[in-house]
């Protein structure tokens, strides 16, 4: 997957907010200054310290953290709606610190869009000018995005809707008008602000549903931030999880699930239903499954508790996988059980501390 | 042998004080200053304030009260003639507009004024009932010979809140955007707004001609302008930062952000200020007829000058309706606005 080209490229990114940014900057690098100390003793917030991402053509980039971890300060760089204290940001190879207003405001009218969590629609406008907002701030006139605001509200299922108000559709529908806004922009990046978070579980499985629908079909490259784990995991290709403003651990999904790193994360997934996280590929024995003795067949994308239903109970059985219907490994039912042993929360992490 | 000699004895300014005495010779009297003539044997307990009058008596170099206000009476008469060649030019348009007004008002006949008024009721309340509330209103105080009167208020009002408009919602834009000209901006119209309105009058019939309609035209504006900026700085600044980030997520420019977004989404705000200027006019406008502002100002202060109650009760009754009328209106128009735009809150 990985071989996709980078489409977003974030390098040692700081931001620091305060009085003197570049003051507190000196004392964070050459002092090593941690985020508590530089509050307490210099008035400073350490939004972010020493991000390297690199986000990938056609894929989605999740990235995970608490509140106040500064994933939406992060997001809010790749546009540049918070200018970095030091860094840099490249799209497409471009240095985009290095734009001026006339550039930048190219950038974020025709190659990035953003979804918003309160959805920050117009209020006085109608849901087919909402959704056309993009193309009108280029200075097309309503009769020529009116046909592409309509297409894009389709899409997203609020065919019929464009002309009421915002205010007079449920939340699910709002963001899907704001969904639909970020669609006709026709841009290639998409930045999603917790799009979801304000929505009700219900909804917000049937949003990402449609999400994934979608990204089949466009392939854009999404920046989505979320809070919640099961989202992230569901959503990422790659997954970024930050803590105080700087990385813990990035890479695959399934990868960071089977090794975590830090006693951060081993609490994060400690209490998700890994059964239906993990996936059949991340476990599997690769290599040719002939000669082995196999009772049945399994895609190599389904989740473990479909191979669990599948096996019904017993651990003695073997699958074969496949992946397009070519078999690629084995799968053992004793791995999948041994995979689905959960990891602890751990001693030194954060719930340690809370108690 | 005043209160105070000691004190500029012991500064050693006693020989400033008799250099002053002697030059300038005592100067007027005022009749407080013949009354306390006799004795200077007060008590401890009478001591007076050291104020600059009391200190005139210990030592005749130091100014009286009565010197500073003089001194601004002639301050602002030295400056008066240079402010006249600037003011004068400037606010002419103002004269124009108002003769127009009055003229166009009272010329038109009232069958042709009065449809009129009601198409703008309608228009902005679209209220069928609000409407026949305007007609009775309206059609009592034309029965009661109060007709005249009551159109040269609304045509003063029409022109003055007007321009309020016209020039309070950009300065309200103007600082909104800028914290440093809303610092400074907020003590002038806090000025503005406590300042008794008899006082505005003063400097204005100074510099104008109290036949000229600018004169009451530039008080009330001044008055009423207030709650119109206020509110749209405040209206601007109340606009969802969500909303506003998303504005500028998609590229907007700061003048499609303005018109797109900050205006629009002040608009309740901006209107409410629109209707608190509206109602500030129109008690200036009663206050104005001290200086030769017409309507029915003039026949309540006709009823108080001439101690005429009923005159002055019944133009009072007639001010109370139009204000009514203009509140309604207007307060119709803002529930309109405030139902279209309708800012989601959840």
Not at chain 2, 92 to 104: G, K, M, R, V, Y
Not at chain 2, 153 to 163: E, P, R, S, W
Not at chain 2, 271 to 278: D, F, K, L, R, S
């Amino acid at each position: 997957m990985s071989d996709r080209p980078i489409k977003i490229r974030v390098r040692d990114l700081y931001k620091i907010f305060g009085a003197d940014p570049q003051a507190a900057l000196e004392k964070v690098l050459k002092e090593g200054v941690g985020k508590e100390e530089l509050l307490n003793e210099h008035g400073h917030v350490l939004g972010l310290r020493r991000i390297d991402v690199d986000m990938r053509a056609g894929e989605i980039t999740v990235i995970m953290g608490l509140s106040g971890s500064g994933k939406s300060t992060l997001i809010r760089h790749l546009n540049r709606l918070i200018e970095p204290t030091a860094g840099a940001v490249e799209v497409d190879g471009e240095d985009v610190l290095a734009y001026g207003e006339a550039r930048l405001r190219k950038l974020r009218r025709e190659r990035m869009s953003m979804v918003f969590q309160k959805f920050a629609l117009l209020p006085h406008r109608t849901v087919l000018d909402n959704a056309g907002t993009a193309l009108a701030v280029r200075g097309i006139g309503r009769g020529e995005y009116e046909a592409e605001a309509e297409k894009w509200l389709d899409r997203v299922g609020l065919g019929g809707y464009g002309g009421r108000y915002p205010h007079q559709l449920s939340g699910g529908m709002q963001q899907r008008v704001g969904i639909a806004r970020a669609l006709t922009a026709n841009s290639d990046i998409m930045l999603m602000d917790e799009a979801f978070s304000a929505l009700d579980p219900l909804i917000r499985t049937d949003m990402q549903d449609l999400l994934l629908d979608l990204q089949t079909e466009l392939h854009k490259t999404i920046v989505f931030i979320t809070h919640d784990l099961d989202e992230a995991l569901k959503l990422a290709d790659h997954l970024v999880i930050l803590k105080d403003g700087a990385i813990v651990q990035q890479g695959e999904p399934q990868e960071i699930l089977l090794h975590p790193n830090d006693p951060y994360i081993v609490d994060f997934i400690s209490d998700i239903n890994r059964a239906r996280v993990l996936r059949v590929r991340s476990i599997m024995t690769e290599g040719d499954p002939h000669g082995v003795e196999t009772t049945d067949e399994i895609d190599h994308e389904a989740n473990l508790e479909s191979a669990l239903s599948l096996s019904e109970g017993d651990t003695a059985r073997t699958f074969r996988v496949t992946r397009d219907g070519e078999p690629v490994g084995v799968l053992k039912m004793r791995d999948v059980v041994r995979a689905l042993v959960p990891t602890e929360a751990s001693d030194e992490g954060v719930r340690a501390q809370a108690s | 042998m005043a209160t105070y000699d000691g004190i500029f004895d012991a500064l050693g300014l006693r020989g400033w004080c008799d250099a002053a005495e002697q030059g300038g010779g005592g100067g007027a009297m005022s009749m407080a200053d013949l009354l306390n003539k006799g004795g200077d044997d007060t008590t401890f307990w009478q001591t007076p304030f050291p104020s600059l009058d009391t200190l005139n008596k210990a030592c005749a170099a130091m100014p009286r009260t009565r010197d500073l206000t003089k001194g601004v009476e002639e301050g602002f008469l030295a400056i008066k003639d240079a402010l006249k060649v600037v003011l004068d030019p400037l606010t002419q348009p103002l004269s124009h507009f108002l003769e127009f007004a009055l003229w166009a008002f009272q010329a038109a006949p009232w069958f042709v004024t009065l449809p009129v008024l009601f198409l703008v009721a309608y228009v902005a309340s679209k209220s069928l009932k609000l409407v026949g509330f305007v007609a009775i209103a309206l059609g009592f105080l034309a029965f009661i010979d109060h007709y005249d009167y009551a159109m040269q208020t609304l045509a003063i009002i029409f022109v003055c809140a007007l321009l309020c408009v016209l020039l309070g919602v950009p300065i309200g834009i103007a600082m909104s955007r800028s914290d440093r000209l809303q610092k400074s901006a907020i003590p002038v119209l806090d000025m503005l707004q406590t300042l008794p309105p008899f006082v505005y009058l003063i400097p204005l019939i100074f510099l104008f001609s109290v036949t000229e309609p600018k004169l009451y035209g530039i008080a009330i504006i001044l008055y009423a302008i207030v709650p119109v900026i206020r509110l749209t700085d405040l209206g601007i600044r109340l606009v969802d930062p969500e909303v506003i980030e998303a504005a500028d997520a998609f590229g907007m420019t700061d003048r499609q952000k303005l018109w797109g977004v900050q205006v629009p989404l002040a608009l309740p705000n901006i209107m409410a200020g629109v209707n608190q200027t509206i109602m500030m006019s129109l008690a200036m406008v009663v206050i104005a007829s001290l200086v030769s502002a017409p309507g029915l100002g003039v026949l309540v202060l006709r009823g108080i000058r001439n101690l005429e109650l009923g005159v002055g009760l019944i133009a009072g009754l007639g001010i109370v309706l139009l204000a009514v009328i203009l509140d309604r209106v207007t307060k119709a128009a803002l529930a309109r606005v405030n139902a279209s735009s309708s800012v989601q809150r959840n």
